[in-house]
């Protein structure tokens, strides 16, 4: 149903299933704003485990345990405290909370499905909740083995990201934690789809070649009986302004294939999370004199601007 609202949503009954506990305050935090911490160095590396010690563990788990490695499939990499705001709202104190989240991911670290690195982001000071988990290779095949999507064993090598990749990847981790605790404490919100890279990727055509576009999250949330729908970009000001902008050039030839707006009658808006106001402004100003009198597409804005945001939608006034 058309409403006359802004092009970046439309009007959809809100569905009366929630996805989250509506139980978990919102502090705003910004883990993401990470310091400038040297390359971290994985632990020791934990031994593979058979078919058979796989269906076993499957059995011992508890459902937290696999809500908690299937979010860091989905993420790669999430902190302590993020695995807290996401898993463990049902604790008497938050300070109960962290301590049953460290409880849990020591738990996993011994069953060998999880790791973390010896270095944290933050640094010691930053406690327990600065440690970095990902899956290993044994726990990504648990879940294929018990998701029936096992394939043929192969031997990977560990290889570490960089220090530019993982702040990148949870800061996108952070994006979708804050949509998920914006769902719970507001009940006109809900988080209804998110998808992860690869499958937030959109693959068009332009001038006959084949290309994608390839956003860091894709997320349609439900807001007062309107549908959002957001591409989520997160900039660190990490890369030159004029990639940023031929990245920006590939939504406007996106936008120009109409895909998105046969299928869902609308095309998302897309957010960029810059780190500061400066680089805010250096955003807003490259994309006013690059994209004149065209469609405005973007939202740019600093990280503890984002609830904001989700919570009261795109004013196309400061769109650009």
């Known amino acids: 149903m058309k409403t006359g609202r802004p092009t970046d949503r439309i009007a959809e009954a809100t569905p009366e299933s929630r996805r989250f506990p509506a139980n978990m305050s919102f502090n705003g935090k910004d883990d993401y704003r990470l310091s400038a911490e040297s390359l971290p160095t994985p632990e020791a590396g934990t031994s593979r485990h058979g078919r058979l010690q796989l269906l076993e563990l499957i059995d011992q788990l508890g459902e937290r345990d696999f809500e908690i490695l299937i979010s860091l499939k989905s993420a790669k990499y999430l902190l302590t405290g993020q695995v807290k705001r996401l898993h463990f709202t049902d604790a008497s104190s938050d300070t109960a909370a962290m301590r049953a989240a460290v409880r849990a991911m020591r738990k996993l670290e011994r069953y060998g499905l999880v790791k973390t690195f010896k270095r944290r982001i933050g640094g010691l000071r930053a406690g327990s909740g600065s440690l970095v988990w990902c899956l290993t290779e044994s726990g990504q095949r648990l879940l294929n083995i018990r998701d029936h ?172």
């Not at 394939?151 to 952070?174: C, D, F, K, M, N």
Request: proline share 4%.
């Open 149 to 320: 999507t096992e394939q043929s064993r192969r031997s990977h090598r560990y290889l570490e990201p960089s220090y530019v990749h993982l702040r990148h990847t949870l800061a996108i981790a952070e994006c979708y934690v804050q949509l998920v605790e914006l769902s719970r404490i507001h009940k006109k919100i809900v988080l209804a789809s998110v998808e992860w890279e690869p499958e937030s990727w959109r693959t068009y055509t332009h001038n006959g070649h084949s290309l994608q576009l390839k956003p860091d999250l894709f997320a349609v949330t439900y807001n007062g009986g309107y549908e959002d729908r957001w591409f989520i970009e997160i900039d660190l000001n990490t890369e030159a302004l004029p990639v940023v902008i031929d990245k920006c050039k590939r939504y406007h030839q996106y936008l120009r294939t109409g895909i998105e707006q046969r299928e869902h009658e609308v095309f998302p808006v897309t957010i960029w999370v810059v780190p500061s106001i400066d680089r805010k402004q250096k955003l807003i100003d490259a994309l006013d004199n690059t994209f004149k009198k065209q469609p405005k597409l973007f939202v740019i804005i600093t990280a503890d601007e984002f609830d904001s945001l989700i919570k009261n939608g795109a004013d196309q006034k400061k769109m650009h």
